[in-house]
């Protein structure tokens, strides 16, 4: 996305969307009492920043977001990746929030699998999980600011289905910026978080003004037990 900065002045309307699905979550985890917060993809840190009375650490793989992050919320965001078992044996049991917005699509089904095991030992007992990801219901729709171009013919029950998220520059025209993520049916997020030990798990769909939902928002809780093998 940097890069795509640099050569094409974009349309607004796929950030506006993204925004106003951060939003969403945000006025959700307002809602909740907790101390301490872990965001997976935090890129610049901006969504930490309105928990500042909290302890936040966010982490990233990509260090040119990380570098952008102002200076007071730099100091909390870590090159690291929740598939790594060395950090998530630091963190274990110890947030009690875990939020992630726009990053699970860029998983195959196993590497979401073993995201959502890391992210159940890092949360405290009762600990809650929240992200977003696009709605895999409506992917083949047309919404305003980007477009999908599947590697295969659409089929809502394929995983792990590659597509690439091209979007629109101010002219009209699209532009591969090198966003490449993979579908997979809401059942089988589903049923990787139940297996990965969450109950309570709710999904609100994030519609904004569209006549289609583009977003849905997860929010569960951290079980007593993991329920293996998947």
Do not use: W
Not at 14 to 30: D, G, N, V
Not at 97 to 121: C, D, P
């Amino acid at each position: 996305m940097k890069n795509a900065k640099k050569y094409y002045e974009l349309d607004k309307s796929s950030q506006e969307l993204k925004i106003y699905a951060e939003r969403t979550m945000l006025e959700k985890l307002k809602n909740n009492k907790f101390n301490s917060i872990l965001e997976i993809g935090c890129g610049d840190g901006h969504f930490l920043e309105n928990f500042n009375n909290k302890e936040v650490l966010g982490i990233d793989l990509d260090l040119g977001m990380i570098s952008q992050a102002q200076t007071d919320i730099r100091n909390n965001l870590l090159f690291a990746d929740i598939l790594d078992k060395k950090f998530v044996k630091k963190q274990k049991n110890y947030f009690d929030i875990v939020s992630s917005n726009y990053v699970f699509m860029e998983m195959k089904e196993k590497q979401v699998q073993k995201a959502f095991r890391n992210i159940f030992e890092i949360l405290k007992p009762k600990g809650e999980f929240y992200f977003i990801i696009t709605n895999p219901k409506t992917r083949e729709k047309k919404f305003p600011g980007y477009k999908l171009v599947f590697s295969d013919d659409f089929d809502y029950n394929k995983k792990d289905l590659e597509f690439k998220v091209l979007l629109q520059t101010k002219e009209g025209n699209y532009v591969d910026v090198g966003i490449r993520d993979y579908h997979m049916p809401l059942e089988n997020y589903d049923r990787l978080l139940g297996k990965s030990g969450f109950n309570k798990i709710e999904k609100t769909e994030i519609k904004k003004n569209l006549p289609h939902s583009f977003a849905v928002l997860y929010s569960c809780e951290k079980g007593l037990v993991q329920n293996l093998p998947l």
